[in-house]
């Protein structure tokens, strides 16, 4: 069964048939809110918003680990994480769809394993790619049977936030090889893979990182707001053919 979880400008999912709300509890606390269940074509998807439902929970104080055990619990065993970001590379511009390929983890102090505490095993995960492989290629493909454009691989560079990045972070993330920054990859790309759930991300470039273009001198909420508007449609028609086969 196929999961969404939807980041910010993408709290709600349109045209689920059968919706219905399930309040689910983990040991591990509550999740950002409860899962809705719908379908698209008669198959069944589980939507969560990662910021809550009023987007009122900022990047590091989502209960990652609750969010993913909650999904496990009622039986997702696909994600697609929708991420908002900022675009480092060149082509990664306002309105761009992509799907990235790797990332880099640049936060701290978010509770990022279930396995820890006196009674779990030391336990190490392989995550060189931290994206699944068959799952990135449903995500391609759906865009372009949809005819969206899209691109294929990019490096996610996951900061603490909740603030924006200087220009100077922005140039070191660009240094190290980021092509994307975002806030909220990491933990939930990793807790996904030892949860055992195949995790792919689209992400949405809702405007140029710090420093650059057209965020040279600044970046504009109501621009970001504006470009999330526009796009999100475009996000909807690839989920829900990813979700129809």
Known sequence: MLAI???SGFARLAGLGNARREVVRTPYG?????????EFDGRPIVFLARHGYGHTIAPHEINYRANVWALRQVGVTQVVAVATVGGIRPDCVAGCLVVPDQLVDYTWGRRHTFFEGADQPVTHIDITWPYDAALRVQL?????????????GAVYGCTQGPRLETAAEIARLARDGCDLVGMTGMPEAGLA???????ASLCVVANRAAGLGESRCGISMPDILAVLEATMGRVRTVLAEVARR
């Open 140 to 152: 391609l493909e759906a865009a372009r049977r949809c005819g969206e454009p899209i691109i294929d």
């Open 193 to 199: 893979r030892e949860a055992h759930l195949a995790y």
């Open 5 to 7: 979880i939807g980041g």
């Open 30 to 38: 509550d999740p950002s809110c409860a899962l809705t269940h719908g």
